[in-house]
């Protein structure tokens, strides 16, 4: 194989990646709490989304990419819109998030947890409901 592009800009390690198929990007998670957005053509940062605390544990895309979803140490689910970077929904709940998954269709999501639980959820905010 050949390499194509090395994406730098974090400088802690790298916890997740995930494609957004939607909008053609990248989108990369680290143990700072931070995730980049980036274009697949260029391979240029177009974002860069801070909310959590604590590392992040994963990250999915929701929806064909129009969303993603991140987990963290800090015992929070956060819902991000990757067209404007904004933070859609939020919940925290009361331990360490150690793993995601979610449906495609972003109907429900599976947390698993430091203290042994796996918690299933459906996350709400503001101007999207996922259900």
């Known amino acids: 194989g050949t390499q194509l592009a090395v994406l730098e800009g974090h400088s802690v390690p790298l916890t997740g990646i995930t494609v957004t198929p939607l909008y053609q990007?990248?989108?990369?998670?680290?143990?700072?709490?931070?995730?980049?957005?980036?274009?697949?053509?260029?391979?240029?940062?177009?974002?860069?989304?801070?909310?959590?605390?604590q590392s992040i544990t994963a990250i999915r895309q929701v929806m064909g990419g129009r969303y993603i979803?991140?987990?963290?140490?800090?015992?929070?689910?956060?819902?991000?819109?990757?067209?404007?970077?904004?933070?859609?929904?939020?919940?925290?709940?009361?331990?360490?998030?150690?793993?995601?998954?979610?449906?495609?269709?972003?109907s429900s999501f599976l947390?698993?947890?430091?203290?042994?639980?796996?918690?299933v959820l459906k996350l709400m905010g503001r101007d999207v409901t996922l259900s």
């Open 111 to 119: 947390v698993g947890c430091a203290n042994g639980d796996v918690l």
């Open 69 to 106: 979803a991140t987990s963290s140490l800090d015992g929070a689910l956060r819902l991000w819109d990757t067209s404007t970077g904004d933070e859609r929904a939020s919940l925290l709940v009361r331990s360490k998030i150690t793993s995601l998954d979610c449906a495609e269709d972003g």
């Open 25 to 53: 990007g990248i989108a990369t998670a680290d143990a700072k709490g931070c995730i980049r957005l980036w274009e697949t053509q260029t391979y240029r940062c177009y974002g860069m989304l801070e909310a959590h605390t």
